[in-house]
């Protein structure tokens, strides 16, 4: 296994695998009541002190704990009560949902996508989040923003929203059957209110959607293409964020890809994608995507912060189209150490099933150039003989190398592989808040 060093360490040389020839609980008790007055029969008079008395400072007082609108309590209550009990019924209920918000209002068929379910699903779950978290000050702001994106994907001002709370609550009714306890209606409706007014500010607040022109497609192979857009205006995002994209072949259907590399002074955007079983966006992007189309890219969001001067070491394991990620990571840090920022030794491990799959190791060993804080590791499942890679899957490959008990580690690539390495660094002692990754959406591609 290589070992990455700190410049002017001693003696560990760096060694980069070539690629392949490829391509206090809130109070609710009422206010004590106040001590009755007591009356003097006789005026008192009392003489002033021959001394002056010193000056006594008042003890410091607590802050007054908030108020608490029990009527908010309540609503957020009641949502997480109910949901809690319907929840695996969600695809039925978001399939109900759709049905009686396309038949209250009609016009908002043509927001959704042609196959409207899993739209009408995510909407679904994030309006419930932010319902079920209108009386906790601490998740309101995230599940609202979580809600905006969707409402801006999907286009839907404020005039849709008496239909879309009718409609929630109508098909939530409808699966709750006895759960529905008198007085439901009441604090849906208040929860639904309470979500809509931040999500809406939220939505207003969003980076505007820029569109992009794609001026390259590579099709690496049958399930895997390059593909580089030119945005109309320079999209910005850090070093391993995602941006939404939605291309013309799938209108509606937002998704989300991460360009792989850190920020160009160009402005261009680079995304490697491979062809999911089942995946309407993805299968059309590798196959269909043709120069010149045009695209819309929303605002960039998640990714992973890496610390460059911290004192453990990084491990960055990737599989497949992950490799974006740990390439875009990599490249901001080879920036870093350029500025004079004294990087922490790095080793990235990129996996992937078939050599096709390594297109991004001449990119990293370019990078490695010079550069002794950074070893990068190419793993191949389909070429045991290749002696320039690892053999095995790269779960394989880094359980095998381990262990990583003093690394800081990120994980880059499906929810699978995701999974999958982190479950061997903790079976090998990794603490779990010492492992990095961006959550997964599902959106099928």
Known sequence: MPTATRPGAPSAATTVLPAATTDAP?????????????ALATPVT??????????TPLPAQEPAAPAVDLVVVRAGEAVRAVWSRVADCEADLAHWFGALLFSLAPRLREHFPTQADPAARRLLRTTVTAMSAVDRPGELPVAAGALARELRALDLDEAADEALGVALIGAVREFAGDLWAPGADDAWVRAFSLAAAPAREAAAALPGVV???????RRLSWDLAVVEVEPDVAVPFRAGQSVTVEIPQRPRLWRHLTPAGAPRADGRLEFHVRAVDGG????????????????RIGPAEGGTVVDPGAERELLVVAGGTGASVALALCEDLVGQAAAGVDVRPTTVMVGGRTPEDLHT?????????????????GVCESDPLDTELAPGSVVDAVARSGPWLEHDVVVAGSPAMTRATTAALLVDGTPLDRIHYDPFTDDGS
């Open 211 to 217: 569109g992009a022109t794609v001026v390259s497609h």
């Open 26 to 38: 809130p109070a609710d008790a009422s206010p004590a009541d106040a001590p009755p007055t007591t």
């Open 280 to 295: 309407w966006v993805s299968r059309s992007l590798v196959a269909h995507s043709r120069c010149g189309e045009r695209w």
């Open 46 to 55: 009392v003489p002033p002190p021959t001394t002056p008395l010193p000056a």
């Open 361 to 377: 190791l001449d990119r990293f060993a370019d990078l490695a150039v010079g550069e002794p804080w950074l070893a990068v590791v």
